[in-house]
């Protein structure tokens, strides 16, 4: 994703089958490869909230900045298709600037992700 001062966001939407390990666990990986220390589930609710579609599935959206090291950081978001069975996953990695310069448009792409009924 390239970014007003130049520098490239790197962008990827998987789909993983069940829980893929919850919330808590997919969230304290994403604060290990910045490298942050594991946050509490009580914790999360500090730097994350929900989110509706349009289509009314509720997401997870949470930002993750180092401040300790601001080139490190992540914009996240986890939709849990439980009917389905799995779990959908948009990360975009970058700089803090760049991940506060992405921050809205990221969110306007999770908020328009529609599912197919199955």
């Known amino acids: 994703i390239p970014l ?3 520098e490239t966001g790197d ?3 998987v789909r993983l089958g069940g829980a893929a390990g919850g ?3 997919n969230i304290n990986r994403w604060r290990g490869q910045i490298g942050l220390e594991h946050a509490t589930i009580e914790e999360v609710a ?4 929900m989110h509706t579609t349009s289509q009314g599935r509720q997401f997870l959206h949470a930002t993750l900045i180092n401040e ?3 080139d490190s950081s992540i914009l996240g978001a986890i939709f849990q298709v439980q009917e389905s069975d799995f779990v959908l996953f948009a990360k975009l990695t970058a ?3 760049g991940v ?3 921050n809205e ?4 792409f999770c908020n328009s992700i529609n599912f197919k009924e199955l």
């Open 4 to 6: 007003s001062t130049g």
């Open 11 to 13: 962008f990827s939407l």
């Open 23 to 25: 919330v808590l666990a």
């Open 46 to 49: 500090e730097f994350s909230h």
């Open 68 to 70: 300790a090291n601001p």
């Open 95 to 97: 700089s803090a600037a």
């Open 100 to 102: 506060q310069e992405a």
């Open 105 to 108: 448009s990221f969110e306007a």
